[in-house]
């Protein structure tokens, strides 16, 4: 059933004393579709992924997994969860084969069964080659991949990933990707946090922005680009000191500006168009760019804030 | 490259099965793990205990024995006055360290029970399991300790076997309380260093391993008493080769030994949950 609801959270708040890490968030993930957190560092979005982990417990609010609550019965619910944390927790002093065996075993499943899965989680990995080798020889890539096939080992029917591509190069955030669409035309619901614009576009069916604990919006990527951003974003430098004597100018040729410190965005439907209206104002900019919004631009539009400041 | 096989957790995972078996499962990891440097488990097994026989049991002992005359040492060799003690001490030594470098490990410097608790595991299912398999690594160390002892004439095996016994359970006992120590450890290098300079070294000098404490000045004598290894010691001695213990006594050293166990599994447990669910 593709419509039906794996995780569904209302009001749901964790507080640490005085200081509330999420405030009374609701939303609910469907089977086999791919959800992320976007937002900056301390928005919420780790604590909230270890609250549905069953690993946390929540101040107040409702929140149930695959139809239970993880206050009374988190160890059945993590039975059924693949969880890749933001920072990778594989015992260094083990092999590769080692970390998905022991792993395979603490869900119980038989042992014939965890070392043919062993072999293809190897392949899907790109570890085969690597199957003797301790993890503390592996790259970062490496041990990144590996976290993730023992996130698997178990077939999980949610698979959470924490920052998956946090550290990496492109070429290994590229292979990631690729292993994480595989998975999801398989069927598996995918839960991920990053604040990689890039990423969430790429990764996610439907993206929730958080920041300060708070949900700012929830829809698709493209949905949410199209409600609060332009079809097209026209980026100006005038030098630091230039770009605020120039900006009340600017502010009357397109629909929105935002002055950052080091540059001008400048919000239209047409940007190129925008730009010869600029240089036809004799506003000559040292430097002009015209892109696409993004997912940048929606959570500057939400926040006043860059996702990476 | 292939896509993987799926048939979902759902199927392939018996759920009521695997929540019962957890210790089970962990006890499977440690073990597995432990193989990896099983040469130099059972090298350091074999060489300690060949060692200190050699030196202190030997070398020291003829002089003590030439010393003390026909009387000996508590009516016996010096050698077989030691036997006992070496043996509670190696097993309390081992116990401990099977159960706080795997728990700074797991909480500390690799958080493998952060992994381990993303599973069904429970904090209390990964404390026991550390603990049980900490018991059989010392179970082999006790084991091949005694038959080292047997081979110095150090025992008489036949008489001298449940000294294992009562060294296994003073280990068992001290070890679950190093577990909740270990577990309870926020800074590990202080930690380690406290162990080192005020708990090994003075649990082996003043727990009248190499002589009686009473021949120690009494507040020393005091030290002695809150030793585990002290407890453990005469109990070992009282069976490997009559040392005189009256019953309220062998009451008293069984049952302070159990406070270490039952105290260091509760604040074991209490620590294991809080700090995986923090």
């Known amino acids: ?309 | 490259m292939t896509d993987l096989s799926r048939r979902g957790s759902l199927v392939i995972i018996d759920t009521d099965r695997t929540l019962k078996r957890g210790v089970f499962y962990v006890i499977e990891a440690r073990l597995r793990t432990m193989m990896h440097w099983i040469f130099s488990l059972l090298t350091g097994s074999l060489l300690n205990p060949f060692f200190y026989l050699a030196s202190l049991g030997i070398g020291v002992g003829t002089f003590i024995n030439q010393r003390a005359g026909s009387a000996g040492i508590d009516g016996v060799k010096y050698i077989i006055f030691l036997a006992p003690a070496l043996l509670s001490a190696v097993a309390i030594q081992d116990f401990m360290g099977e159960v706080v470098f795997p728990t700074l490990q797991g909480f500390k410097w690799e958080k493998t029970f952060f992994a381990m608790n993303a599973t069904p595991l429970t904090g209390r299912q990964i404390a026991l399991g550390t603990y049980f398999s900490s018991l059989i690594r010392t179970i082999g160390s006790v084991v091949i300790y005694f038959a080292v002892l047997v081979g110095f004439g150090a025992v008489d095996p036949a008489r001298a076997w449940p000294s294992m016994v009562t060294s296994l359970y003073a280990a068992a006992c001290f070890g679950a309380f190093m577990l909740g120590a270990a577990a309870h450890a926020e800074n590990d290098d202080l930690f380690l260093n406290l162990m080192g300079r005020l708990l090994i070294m003075p649990l082996f000098l003043f727990s009248g391993t190499f002589y009686p404490i009473s021949s120690m000045p009494l507040p020393l004598q005091w030290l002695g008493w809150a030793s585990p290894l002290w407890h453990a010691t005469e109990l070992g001695r009282w069976v490997s080769y009559g040392h005189h213990l009256s019953g309220s006594m062998i009451a008293i050293h069984f049952g302070y030994l159990a406070i270490f166990l039952v105290t260091g599994l509760l604040w074991a447990f209490n620590r294991f949950d809080y700090r995986l669910s923090k």
């Open chain 1, 1 to 309: 059933m593709q419509n039906e609801e794996l995780i569904v959270a209302k009001g749901l708040t964790k507080k640490y004393g005085d200081f509330t890490a999420v405030n009374e968030i609701d939303f609910a993930v469907r089977k086999g579709e791919s959800f992320g957190f976007l937002g900056p560092n301390g928005a919420g979005k780790s604590t909230t992924m270890r609250i549905i982990a069953a690993t946390l417990t929540r101040t107040s609010g409702q929140i149930s997994i695959l139809g239970k609550d993880p206050a009374d019965r988190g160890p059945e619910i993590r039975a059924h969860l693949g969880v890749v944390p933001q920072q990778d927790n594989l015992d260094q002093a083990l092999t590769v084969t080692d970390n998905l065996y022991i792993y395979g075993r603490y869900f119980g499943l038989p042992r014939k069964f965890v070392k043919s899965k062993i072999d293809e989680l190897l392949e899907f990995a790109q570890l085969t080659d690597k199957r003797n080798a301790k993890v503390e020889s592996l790259s970062g890539g490496m041990k990144r991949r590996l976290t993730i096939a023992r996130a698997l080992i178990s077939e999980p029917e949610i698979l959470m990933l924490d920052e998956p591509t946090t550290g990496l190069d492109p070429q290994a955030r590229h292979i990631l990707w690729d292993r994480l669409f595989r998975l999801k035309e398989q069927g598996v619901t995918l839960l991920i946090t990053t604040h990689y614009m890039d990423e969430a576009e790429q990764l996610c069916d439907r993206l929730m922005v958080m920041d300060k604990g708070s949900i700012m919006a929830e829809d698709s990527p493209a949905d949410l680009i199209k409600k609060f951003s332009t079809k097209e974003v026209l980026e100006v430098r005038f030098g630091s000191d230039r770009n605020s004597q120039v900006s009340d100018q600017l502010k009357t040729m397109c629909e929105r500006i935002e002055v950052l410190p080091d540059r001008i965005l400048m919000y239209a439907d047409d940007a190129e168009l925008l730009l010869e209206s600029i240089h036809r104002a004799s506003l000559h900019p040292l430097t002009s760019l015209v892109r696409r919004s993004s997912l940048e631009d929606v959570f500057l539009r939400l926040t006043g804030r860059s996702l990476i400041e």
